[in-house]
């Protein structure tokens, strides 16, 4: 390949890089982690360090989202656009990585396998550290790798720099780090200066260790990740392909070429894989469960440099160029479907977009969804009063959290929408449903059991205080009653707002619901209270008539009711 043709192909690679990381950059909604992104950045009442001791993550990248924050605002495009930018210098860093260990040529096929590798575009759409880290990870490599100059300690320096940033940007970086020294430790060209500036960068981290260890406490205690399966390796290669076999498979032909013809290639690889894989998946077998997808996209530089090695192996053009041809045809198609056209895994932006103006809104994670929500504060799943008025309910990540079930049972849900990851609900307190447990008061001549509420002379309950919000309320009962005299028997409904009463109707139950008029409460604040009297005695001959509910409702509207 000719040195102008290189530059065009280079530049190309660069281009579409460029396309599939920015194009609709901002067009799907900030999900979970990236939503705890902009929670730390932008968080007024809260130091750093403190934010950060419930999470498992260094201070470097939120300390620079901090920096960032004035300039996003309410943007998701320019949250996510410094992960974009980072993901085009590691595109760079890497073709220069190849470069130095397999010649030109070699830098062209490293730079399109890195640019359109599924996962590495996704994290590099992403608000999120990842993607920082893997750029600090390959500039790191490609400085390692530069000839001996006649100043090697700013070699070493500008490597020691790196290699302190990748550590303090995400702990995955210290595996990537060990595995930079380990190769640099076996290179035929070996410099001392720069395997030291690599460990200074790394035990720089020692000063986050009592923070580090309140993380990792509180991380055993309640572990987000599972441990990593048997077939680690097997399983996360694919991974790296969004799951397809086709380019992974490919890209691994292409590495057997490079171990075959250029072991200074594959080197480095393989103490990433040591470093990144093999041994985050031994501490996983205790207990520490650090092995995901996402935290070994630092093998991408090292996996690309060696793949762009194998593609020059072969020296006939017509096969190389072919081969070439492969990776880019099973790249394109995986990469447009899987990552830039895909759908927002969690769309928080659409569910929150579903409340009002002015709504009570609980939420799992209420803090997060304060960026969709700036017009309301969000209360917890547990912090809701019990007389709220109509409630929305925002919840994410397909989870039911604890404490909706306890939601779920105040009202009636008249709304439940779900989105990609996001569900939205409406809850009202307008409409309840009581059952036996809500009628603590009971005379002795009555009974209200699980299959009802039975009266039996001139008995009478009282309910539990309601809280119910609208304007006008009413009540239903159905059941039966004894005949006596060829009358069935009634029963009195008497509601009370705030123990004034607003009712007295009485009612021959059936068996579908019969309803009292609507009754007006006071200011639509209602905290109302029920009680049932058995008015069925004869006044003549005294016989009385035993009633017998088995579903009583009440319901409350906004506004006048027919």
Do not use: K
């Amino acid at each position: 390949m000719t040195s102008r043709i290189n530059q065009v192909m280079l530049g190309l690679a660069l281009a579409f890089a460029a396309m599939v990381r920015l194009v609709g950059l901002g067009e799907s909604s900030l999900w979970l982690d990236e939503l705890f992104t902009v929670r730390v950045a932008t968080v007024a009442d809260q130091g750093l360090i403190d934010a950060l001791r419930g999470d498992v993550h260094p201070p470097l990248y939120f300390a620079l989202a901090r920096l960032w924050a004035p300039i996003a605002g309410q943007s998701e495009l320019l949250w996510r656009l410094p992960s974009a930018l980072c993901g085009l210098v590691t595109v760079a860093a890497t073709a220069r990585l190849a470069r130095r260990l397999g010649g030109q040529g070699a830098e062209v096929g490293a730079a399109w396998v890195i640019a359109l590798l599924p996962l590495m575009v996704d994290l590099d759409r992403e608000a999120r550290g990842n993607a920082l880290m893997v750029c600090l990870v390959a500039c790191a490599a490609a400085a390692a790798v530069q000839p001996v100059s006649d100043r090697p300690w700013r070699r070493a320096a500008v490597v020691g720099t790196l290699c302190a940033g990748a550590v303090w940007t995400h702990f995955s970086g210290v595996f990537a780090v060990l595995g930079l020294i380990m190769w640099q430790m076996r290179a035929p060209e070996r410099d001392l200066r720069v395997v030291a500036g690599a460990a200074a960068g790394l035990g720089s981290l020692v000063l986050w260790a009592p923070v580090l260890f309140e993380q990792t406490t509180s991380f055993a205690a309640d572990p987000w990740y599972a441990p990593p399966p048997p077939d680690a390796l097997a399983w996360l290669w694919p991974e790296l392909w969004g799951g397809h076999l086709g380019p992974a498979v490919l890209v691994g032909v292409v590495l057997f070429l490079a171990l075959l013809r250029m072991p200074a290639a594959v080197v480095p690889l393989l103490a990433a894989v040591l470093n990144v894989v093999v041994l985050p998946h031994i501490l996983g077998s205790f207990g520490l469960p650090l092995l995901r997808p996402r935290n070994v996209l630092s093998l991408a530089p090292f996996v690309a440099a060696a793949a762009g090695v194998g593609v020059v192996q072969l020296r006939a053009p017509h096969a190389r160029s072919l081969l070439f041809g492969l990776l880019l045809c099973a790249h394109f198609p995986v990469t447009l479907a899987t990552q830039v056209e895909a759908p927002a895994t969690e769309d928080w932006r659409g569910a929150a977009a579903r409340v009002p103006a002015g709504a009570v809104v609980a939420a799992v994670h209420p803090q997060l969804w304060r960026f969709y929500r700036d017009d309301v504060a969000p209360l917890a799943l547990d912090e809701v009063p019990d007389a709220a008025p109509a409630l929305w309910v925002l919840l994410a990540h397909d989870l039911h959290p604890d404490g909706l079930d306890a939601l779920l049972a105040r009202g009636t849900v008249d709304l439940d929408e779900a989105l990609p990851g996001a569900r939205v609900l409406r809850l009202t307190p307008l409409v309840a449903d009581l059952a036996a447990a809500d009628f603590p008061d009971v005379e002795p001549a009555a009974e209200a059991t699980a299959d009802g509420l039975h009266f039996y002379g001139g008995s009478a309950m009282r309910s539990r205080t309601l809280e119910l919000r609208g304007t006008t309320c009413r009540v239903g009962v159905a059941g039966r009653s004894d005949a006596a005299l060829g009358e069935g028997g009634r029963v009195a409904l008497r509601l009370s707002d705030g123990g004034a009463p607003v009712l007295d109707h009485h009612v021959e139950p059936g068996p579908e619901l019969s309803w009292s008029p609507f009754v007006p409460v006071a200011s639509g604040q209602g905290r109302l209270e029920l009680a049932f009297v058995n008015d069925a005695a004869d006044p003549v001959t005294g016989d009385d008539r035993n009633v017998h509910l088995t579903q009583v409702r009440v319901e409350c509207a906004d506004g006048a009711a027919g």
